[in-house]
């Protein structure tokens, strides 16, 4: 991050470091070669000089939305991906080999639970904990463990892992410390103060913040020596060992695997990423303004947020987040009501399966998402059948006390 502001900072991002004809963004480069005078440049590139040669391992916009997130995010380096669990399955994949293991968070995407699964097929043993307890993680470590992985605020019971303990069990391991700071975003929470190697982000979500893109990005903060680890392929042991994680990940994932993030959802995102912070706080508020007059409804029997006082991690986001507890919550509604027939009296509620955008949305987490999870999986992570899922948005506040008051009278 420069000396200005976060916001300030990423704002002129583009035009800082030099942009055609005096424009503010990067424009979207969409060829997919980039053709050389000399041969030799060419070579250069492949070789190892910075460059373009295919667009499947990067473009001149991708490589300015990388910019952006590496400068959010306190970074050494980014490297963007089609979607977040592109993003994911590079990290996994490509840094852990047949009979490594993973710690994990047990409260996790239902999508990040299938990939690891995944993996458990290809002969890596995962073993999943509540995270929110360092010492359930420090028990887990074996002498095969390489990688410890946890999410910021879980999706949806919203647990907050024990992130600056785990960093600090990792440094003393020498463990591959991973961050899913999609929840959260870079404006409330830095991996890099955790002691996180890597840091990955769902563009899709906050940081993209409008709905209209998909992507994944993967931050190395520079704080891992990757000579400690032993799954880095030799051709990528060049140049300080800090680097060779992310090279790996960038060659692997990108050059063999294609999970490349595309010219218009990166320019797409990149735009979003100016406004991340003003919306972050106006959702966050929000959040914190129906979570209070929900709890006190009689209509609602539970709601996990961690603004509420109540929430077992409470004092821990605070510390952690800015102040505030994010835009994610949780309701359970009170018995004989139906959640289904409540989510459709909603009106200003989108329902809908996504999280991070604009616009409020909300569905039954259960029957959805987690419904391939099964019922024993569901009930480990907190997922109640009558859990309803909100992604709090940017509308005005009275708008949606107002949508769920109507709502749950009528229900």
């Known amino acids: ?35 050389y005078k000399d041969a030799r440049e060419l070579t250069a590139v492949f070789q190892g000089k910075s460059g373009f040669s295919y667009a499947r ?11 952006k997130i590496t400068a959010m995010e306190s970074g050494a380096g980014t490297v963007s991906f089609a979607t977040g669990m592109a993003a994911l399955a590079a990290i996994f994949t490509t840094l852990l080999r ?39 993680v420090e028990a887990a470590i074996r002498p095969n463990t390489r990688m410890v992985f946890v999410e910021t605020i879980a999706n949806p019971g919203t647990q907050i892992a024990d992130l600056m303990g785990i960093g600090a069990l990792c440094g003393r391991a020498g ?3 991973v961050i899913d700071n999609t929840l959260t975003s870079p404006w409330l929470f830095k991996g890099r103060d955790a002691g996180a190697a890597l840091v990955m982000n769902s563009l899709s979500k906050y940081i993209g913040g409008h709905g209209h893109a998909l992507g994944g990005s993967v931050t190395d ?31 692997k994932g990108l050059r063999d695997m294609g999970g490349t993030l595309a010219a218009e959802p990166a320019h797409r995102i990149a735009v979003g990423a100016e406004t991340l912070a003003l919306r972050m706080d106006r959702a966050c508020a929000n959040a914190l303004a129906l979570s209070r007059y929900l709890v006190e409804h009689p209509g609602v ?22 102040g505030r507890h994010g835009a994610l919550m949780g ?35 259960a029957h959805t998402i987690y419904y391939e ?39």
């Open 1 to 35: 991050m420069s000396k200005h502001g976060f916001t300030t900072t990423i704002l002129h991002g583009d035009r800082r470091q030099g942009v055609e004809h005096g424009a503010v963004h990067k424009p979207m480069h969409p060829s997919s070669e980039y053709a």
């Open 57 to 67: 391992q990067g473009t001149p916009t991708t490589m300015a939305l990388e910019a």
């Open 98 to 136: 047949r009979g490594d293991h993973l710690v994990s968070s047990q409260y996790i995407f239902g999508n990040t639970n299938s990939l690891l699964g995944t993996l458990q097929e290809l002969g890596v043993e995962v073993t999943m904990v509540d995270a929110t307890d360092v010492a359930q």
């Open 175 to 177: 463990l591959v410390y």
């Open 221 to 251: 903060t520079g704080l891992f020596d990757w000579k400690g680890h032993p799954n880095i392929f030799e051709s990528y042991q060049n140049g300080p060992s800090t680097t060779w994680g992310l090279t790996q990940i960038k060659k």
């Open 301 to 322: 029997a539970r709601v996990h947020y961690p603004g509420l006082p109540s929430h077992p991690q409470h004092v821990r986001a605070g510390e952690l987040f800015r």
């Open 331 to 365: 309701i359970e509604l009170a018995e004989g009501i139906d959640c289904f027939d409540f989510l459709n009296r909603l009106s200003v509620v989108a329902l809908a399966t996504h999280l991070g955008d604009t616009r409020t949305l909300a569905l039954p987490a």
């Open 373 to 411: 999870m099964g019922a024993q999986r569901r009930a480990q992570m907190g997922i109640a059948d009558s859990l309803i899922r909100v992604s709090i948005g940017i509308e005005d506040e009275a708008d949606l006390i107002d949508d769920f008051d109507r709502a749950l009278r009528g229900a």
